[in-house]
Each structure stands twice: as C-alpha cells, then as structure tokens.
C-alpha cells in the first residue's frame, strides 16, 4: 500500500512497545470484525489516516534532516510502510533513534561507537556516483539519481546483529538489492557481488591515520544468489529520514541475516565477479572473519562467544541479554542457501 508520510508523528509516540502492540492487537480485531481500516482507528498519540501511516517509524522532529538533493524529497514523501505481519516482520521493540545514530561501526570515522557521529557532520553525499562494473551487460559510472530514482522506497524493520555482541533493530528505508541489479542485467559469468565504500581521506579522518587497520576501500560482498534474495537491502535512510552520515549516508547494504560487518556504508562501487571477492575483515584476521559472516549461535568467534547478545539501549531497568538465533532468527527464509555446506567451515 502506497501511503503518505506523515510529518508530525513523534516516533516516542508509535514506538512504545505497549502502544504498537495494543494497536496492533486492535487493528487485528477490527479488521477480523470487518471495521473499516482507518474509521475507528484513534488511539491515543496517533494521527491516523491509513493503518501503515500511523504505524511508520519517523525521526524525532527536532533531528530530521534536510533533503540531500532536490530530487530525494519526492521519494521520501510516499515511502511503502513496512508490511508488519508479512515474513519478515517483527514484533520487536525499535532500537530509539538517538541510539541509532550516536552509537555508530564506520571505521572510516574513527574506531570508538561516538567516533562516526562526532566526526562526520560535514560529510559531502552530492553529488554521489556509483561505478558498476565486471560481469554486467550495463556498466558505467551512474548518479545517485540513477541509482535510486526508479526504486519505489519501502520501510524494512531488520534486526542488526554485530559480531560484537549487540544488536538493535532498525526501520530502514531503502528497496531490495535484487531489483537494482536486475536493472544492470549481471552475464551468467557473475556468481558475486563486490561492494566498495569511498575512500576520500579529507572527508573520512580515520583514512588520513598511520595506524589505520584496515586497508582501504573498505570492501565486502555477497554469493548472487545471497544479493538477490528478497530480505537483502539497499538503504537510503533509517526512521523515514535521509540516511545519516554516521549510518552510511548515501546509500548502504543491509543484510540482516549476517553479522553487521556484511552491511557496507557509503557504497561508491558494485562490481559483479566471478571468483569470491576479497573483503576487509577476512583480508584481515582470516581466522577470525570469514566471507560468509552469517549470524551463528554455535559457531563462536575466538574471541567471543557469539550464543548471547544485548539488545540495545541498555537501561537501568533492562538488562537486555537475549539468546542470539540462527541467521539471526531469518533461518526460514535463507536456511536453503547454505543446504550442505559446513557453516563452521564457510564461517
Ligand atoms: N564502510 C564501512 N561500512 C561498515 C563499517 C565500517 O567500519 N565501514 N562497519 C560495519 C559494522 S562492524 C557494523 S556493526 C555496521 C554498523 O551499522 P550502524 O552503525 O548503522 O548500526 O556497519 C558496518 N558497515
Ligand atoms: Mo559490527
């Protein structure tokens, strides 16, 4: 269902757990009753004109940010809400906003959580391009424009896993990976795809450092039929806002099955390959991060055990260790990608 954003909702007035699922329990009984959505449908702290509307996760208003580019304030007006009851949904409380953004992975930045938030208010996404190269009919250097323009954005609530040990869980706005790369036409020679993230050392301090770990680009990929499965997502924002820098402003991949390192920010390059591309944490510590990287309670990192994780925010009221699932609890969709390999192996 396309709907309208709606730009007055506080999100501390649709995420409170009880609010949601009561909500959520009334919709259910009012639509099994036959009521027509969106007549008898006020609660309280909701401006409810469609079911979805209401429902759509938005930044606190006081912290929305302006549009990138001209063109990006069409496509954020008419977002597709999330499908809350469709088999990736979730009934889980939303990681809060403030949470999402100051508590940050982009090494680029700098290595502390605060590091991506602190230091790159002034980061530069327009003009953006995007090279796409390798085994593909429609190579070329493209706008963001190009890129994103003939996508209909959708909101995807994921759960984020990091190999760290904490997760959160996500309103993303973006589309499906699977559908940009039907665009570019990939030749049967591609059985990969390899993502790289800009390397601009002016803009990302921790690329200007001696001491930097990582050998840039920073770099990942996926198997193609990991790329083009429905759950893998291209991201453009987070709460119906433009994406964050610290969150990989412009665009970045989501893939909520593996551990949060696969999730690539600030995407400059996507090559199809033939051969397993190399990616940054597997180029650096072999033993300790593989290609595969999917969420696995039973097979442990050397340094961690990887059976419990926190769900963040912490609070003094919740301790939050929760057990960590298969694939991150995604196993009924992607469990058949990986039938017959050994998963502590192709770790
Ligand atoms: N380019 C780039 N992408 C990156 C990282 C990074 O350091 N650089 N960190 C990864 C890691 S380890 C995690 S857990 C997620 C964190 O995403 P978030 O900050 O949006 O929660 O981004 C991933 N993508
Ligand atoms: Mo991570």
């Known amino acids: 269902m396309l709907i309208k954003s709606a730009p007055d909702i506080h999100p501390s007035e649709i995420t409170p757990e009880s609010v949601y699922r009561n909500r959520r329990q009334f919709m259910k009984d009012a639509m099994g009753l036959g009521v027509v959505a969106g007549?008898?449908?006020?609660?309280?702290?909701?401006?409810?004109?469609?079911?979805?509307?209401?429902?759509?996760?938005?930044?606190?208003t006081d912290m929305q940010r302006s549009a990138p580019a001209d063109w990006w304030q069409g496509k954020f007006d008419s977002i597709l809400a999330a499908d809350r009851d469709g088999p990736f949904a979730t009934d889980e409380d939303l990681t809060?906003?403030?949470?999402?953004?100051?508590?940050?992975?982009?090494?680029?930045?700098?290595?502390?959580?605060?590091?991506?938030?602190?230091?790159?208010?002034?980061?530069?996404?327009?003009p953006w391009s995007v090279a796409i190269e390798g085994e593909v009919n429609k190579?070329?250097?493209?706008?963001?424009?190009?890129?994103?323009?003939?996508?209909?954005?959708?909101?995807?609530?994921?759960?984020l896993r990091c190999v760290e040990r904490w997760s959160m869980v996500i309103p993303w706005v973006g589309f499906?990976?699977?559908?940009?790369?039907?665009?570019?036409?990939?030749?049967?020679?591609?059985?990969?795809?390899?993502?790289?993230?800009?390397?601009?050392?002016?803009?990302?301090?921790a690329q200007r450092s001696r001491f930097s770990i990582i050998d840039w680009p920073y770099r990942e990929g996926l198997r193609m039929d990991e790329a083009m499965h429905p759950l893998t997502f291209l991201a453009v924002g987070?709460?119906?806002?433009?994406?964050?820098?610290?969150?990989?402003?412009?665009?970045?991949?989501?893939?909520?099955?593996?551990?949060?390192?696969?999730?690539?920010?600030?995407?400059?390059?996507?090559?199809?390959?033939?051969?397993?591309?190399?990616?940054?944490?597997?180029?650096?510590?072999?033993?300790?991060y593989g290609f595969y990287a999917n969420v696995n309670p039973e097979v442990h990192h050397?340094?961690?055990?990887?059976?419990?994780?926190?769900?963040?925010?912490?609070?003094?009221?919740?301790?939050?260790?929760?057990?960590?699932?298969?694939?991150?609890?995604y196993g009924d969709q992607v469990a058949h990608l990986y039938e017959g390999m050994d998963l502590s192996r192709y770790y």
Do not use: C
């Open 176 to 205: 499906p990976l699977a559908d940009l790369i039907k665009r570019f036409e990939p030749t049967s020679k591609a059985k990969y795809v390899a993502f790289e993230t800009l390397v601009d050392p002016e803009q990302m301090p």
């Open 39 to 60: 007549a008898g449908l006020t609660m309280p702290g909701l401006a409810a004109a469609a079911p979805g509307d209401a429902l759509r996760a938005r930044a606190p």
């Open 139 to 159: 190579p070329g250097v493209y706008d963001l424009e190009d890129i994103v323009n003939p996508h209909t954005l959708e909101e995807r609530i994921y759960r």
């Open 302 to 329: 050397p340094r961690w055990r990887q059976d419990m994780e926190t769900r963040l925010p912490r609070t003094l009221f919740s301790f939050a260790r929760i057990p960590t699932e298969m694939f991150n609890g």
């Open 238 to 288: 987070l709460y119906g806002d433009y994406m964050p820098p610290q969150n990989g402003a412009p665009i970045r991949l989501v893939v909520p099955w593996k551990y949060g390192f696969k999730s690539i920010k600030s995407i400059v390059k996507i090559r199809f390959t033939e051969e397993e591309p190399a990616t940054s944490w597997s180029m650096m510590q072999p033993n300790e």
């Open 96 to 126: 809060p906003y403030q949470d999402v953004v100051t508590y940050n992975n982009f090494y680029e930045f700098g290595t502390d959580k605060e590091d991506p938030h602190r230091r790159s208010g002034g980061f530069q996404v327009d």
